[in-house]
């Protein structure tokens, strides 16, 4: 079982950057991929970054060059650097895991850019 912990969010002005957290509990960690997802109000959940184990990491059009991905298989953690924010990235942001057949999903944290 993985349980995940997302940290990071809030309030920022147009602009601004916030680095969001997901830190992973149980073992395994290096073997899983894992996302970025974010779900803005009355819109369908959307991905937003996903890490694989090993490679490259893809990235939502929206997002190219502003945001940036990264894990620490060291401290079980994978990291959302978002730079640039705009109005439009204000939605509650989530992490997933997955690893075969399993999948797990953290708790998910307020981003809100408003001025």
């Known amino acids: 079982q993985v349980q995940l912990v997302e940290s990071g969010g809030g309030l920022v002005q147009p602009g601004g950057s916030l680095k969001l957290s997901c830190a992973a509990s149980?073992?395994?960690?290096?073997?899983?991929?894992a996302g970025w997802y974010r779900q803005a109000p009355g819109k369908q959940r959307e991905l937003v970054a996903m890490?694989?184990?090993?490679?490259?990491?893809n990235y939502a059009d929206s997002v190219k060059g502003r945001f940036f991905a990264s894990r620490d298989n060291a401290k079980n953690t994978v990291y959302l650097q978002m730079n640039g924010l705009e109005p439009e990235d204000t939605a509650v942001y989530y992490c997933?895991?997955?690893?075969?057949?399993?999948?797990?999903w953290g708790q998910g944290t307020q981003v809100t850019v408003s001025s």
């Open positions: 890490i694989p184990p090993g490679g490259t990491i």
């Open positions: 997933r895991f997955i690893l075969g057949n399993n999948e797990y």
């Open positions: 149980g073992r395994l960690f290096s073997w899983y991929a």
